[in-house]
């Protein structure tokens, strides 16, 4: 790559910024406005790479305002409830995951109960890596890394069901891919109360009817039992092993032995879990006869069949063998995913039944998922698979502003407008283009 932008570019990053200037509340960056009103925990992981290449100040505010609704146990709510938003304006809001009443979450800052994919000490790593001010953003990740620290031990405490080395997500929201066809199965096989949990109005591209019902009350059983690790051991219906999750958290795992270096702590416990890691992932999660990683229904016992985006996050590991990096990179290629879509990568394979092209999470494009596989393109040094998802990236926002998810086909914009992750990955991938170092 270049090391300056072109014109077009720089229009560009204008337009990505003012987005994340308009979305930020003083405290912290909305998803996207009027929409989702409140802090994502995975959002602002994206969020914060992006302010680092255009508010370093910003970007260090973000991720300690979604600390702040850390619990005590070290648990990292999937949202952090802003208190000054009407509590009917969003659902499902703090009247659903009653975070007052946990004896662990923070007093005073109302929290859901779910986790998301701990992406979050890459993204202080990634700070760090673009800082102009090593000495002051020392300090900055001297501050956060006992707070990465308890985030990671809580997972591996709570969230190891089976003492595998990989995490279980104990509801389809965990994932960040919550309508993904890859929790149909686990889903239908729940058994609803007759009651309704769900309200009567949702919005029309997210789940609606008996899903979101089997979305609330899954809710409603790890409240009912404190989200108590005993419960989703032993009695939660839903826990899967998804290979975008563990992903994540490998990479976040690597990054915190880097960051324990930076600051003089000691890397080799981080290391040695990152090797545990690995190496369950390939032992539980890789489909030999596929190609891909799947991901594992631990009551079921089996592996899932609809193969999605999720399956490419292992390409985040830099140590993920060769032979396995060949198989992803020609499943991503072929015609089941980048080799069909005009604007790839879809976030299900297309010749799937379930493949939709306007569902949510269920076909569409999104760009932080691009991100997540460019990044591992970058670590596996595959310039070209790196170029063309830098390229459809770029592509998508130019015809359709920076949208919550684009049609695969034809590049269409659908969901919220102005979306902060979206911005914020043009920004991360034009500030790499501009300084190719801190790529």
């Known amino acids: 790559m270049t090391s300056r932008l072109t014109g077009d570019e720089t229009t560009l990053w204008q337009a990505a910024a003012r987005v994340l200037d308009a979305n930020w509340t003083g405290t912290a960056t909305v998803p996207s406005p009027g929409l989702y009103p409140h802090q994502w925990s995975w959002d602002s992981a994206f969020v914060s790479m992006g ?80 800082a102009a001010d090593g000495e002051r953003s020392r300090g900055f990740l001297a501050r956060l890394y006992p707070m990465l620290v308890a985030q990671h031990r809580y997972l591996a405490r709570a969230r190891d069901l089976e003492s595998s080395g990989l995490v279980a997500i104990c509801h389809p929201w965990e994932s960040g891919l919550e309508n993904s066809p890859a929790w149909d199965r686990p889903l239908g096989a729940l058994r609803l109360p007759p009651a309704r949990y769900a309200p009567r109005r949702t919005r029309h591209t997210m789940p609606t009817g008996e899903d979101y019902d089997r979305y609330v009350w899954l809710v409603t059983l790890l409240r009912e039992a404190g989200y108590a690790p005993g419960h989703l051991r032993e009695d939660h219906p839903f826990a899967v092993e998804d290979p975008l999750v563990n992903a994540a958290y490998l990479a976040s795992t690597h990054a915190l032995a880097e960051i324990a270096e930076i600051i003089g702590a000691d890397p080799v416990p981080h290391r040695e879990r990152a090797q545990r890691i690995r190496h369950a992932l390939l032992d539980r999660l890789w489909d030999r006869d596929g190609g891909c990683f799947r991901a594992l229904d631990l009551r079921a016992g089996r592996l899932l069949p609809v193969v999605t985006v999720a399956a490419f996050g292992p390409l985040m590991d830099p140590g993920l063998p060769a032979p396995i990096v060949r198989h992803l990179v020609d499943l991503l290629l072929s015609a089941r995913f980048a080799g069909a879509a005009g604007y790839p990568v879809p976030t299900c394979d297309i010749q799937a039944p379930a493949f939709d092209r306007g569902g949510y999470w269920r076909g569409p494009t999104w760009i932080n998922t691009n991100w997540l596989l460019w ?7 595959l310039p070209v698979i790196a170029d063309l998802l830098y390229g459809a990236t770029l592509r998508l926002v130019r015809q359709s502003g920076f949208r919550e998810y684009f049609d695969p086909f034809d590049g269409t914009g659908r969901g919220g407008h102005d979306h902060s992750w979206s911005a914020a990955v043009v920004l991360d991938l034009l500030g790499a283009r501009r300084a190719p170092w801190a790529a």
């Open 51 to 130: 302010l680092a290449r255009h508010r370093p100040d910003r970007a260090e505010a973000e991720l300690l305002s979604l600390f702040r609704g850390q619990w005590a146990d070290g648990l990292l709510p999937h949202i952090v409830f802003n208190t000054e938003i009407a509590r009917d304006a969003y659902f499902p809001g703090p009247e659903l995951w009653r975070s007052d009443r946990q004896p662990a979450a923070p007093h005073g800052v109302p929290t859901s109960g779910l986790v998301q994919p701990p992406l979050h000490a890459l993204a202080a790593l990634r700070l760090h890596e673009c």
């Open 375 to 381: 990044h591992g393109a970058l670590a596996h040094g």
